[in-house]
């Protein structure tokens, strides 16, 4: 299975930026999308930015305007762009890849990166 790992999460006042990667491994394919979601406690994992393979790009509303993101398919590596950032971004962020591997429809959850807004 392809493993991926998040790093770019920290302590951020608000109105500042923090970019996100999520470097993935091992031998696939496809990939079919690719997702970046965030969740807060006692709240449901939302969607946050999703990219397919055709390069179409979605947003979650609430970070329309602010939020980038892109892929290196050189170094298989997708990232999440955060600019004026507000108190309600904070979040554990994880990247999410919907891919073939093997010949085999699979997805594969990043371990999650913290992300803190606080003056």
């Known amino acids: 299975q392809v493993q991926l790992v998040e790093s770019g999460g920290g302590l951020v006042q608000p109105g500042g930026s923090l970019r996100l990667s999520c470097a993935a491994s091992?031998?696939?394919?496809?990939?079919?999308?690719m997702g970046w979601y965030r969740q807060v406690p006692g709240k449901e994992r939302e969607l946050v930015a999703a990219?397919?393979?055709?390069?179409?790009?979605n947003y979650t509303d609430s970070v329309k305007g602010r939020f980038t993101a892109s892929r290196d398919n050189v170094q298989n590596t997708f990232y999440l762009k955060m600019n004026s950032l507000k108190p309600e971004d904070a979040a554990v962020y994880y990247c999410?890849?919907?891919?073939?591997?093997?010949?085999?429809?699979?997805?594969?959850w990043g371990q999650g990166t913290q992300v803190t807004v606080s003056s």
């Open positions: 091992g031998r696939f394919s496809i990939i079919y999308a």
């Open positions: 999410n890849w919907d891919y073939v591997i093997a010949g085999t429809r699979r997805d594969s």
């Open positions: 990219i397919t393979k055709d390069g179409i790009i």
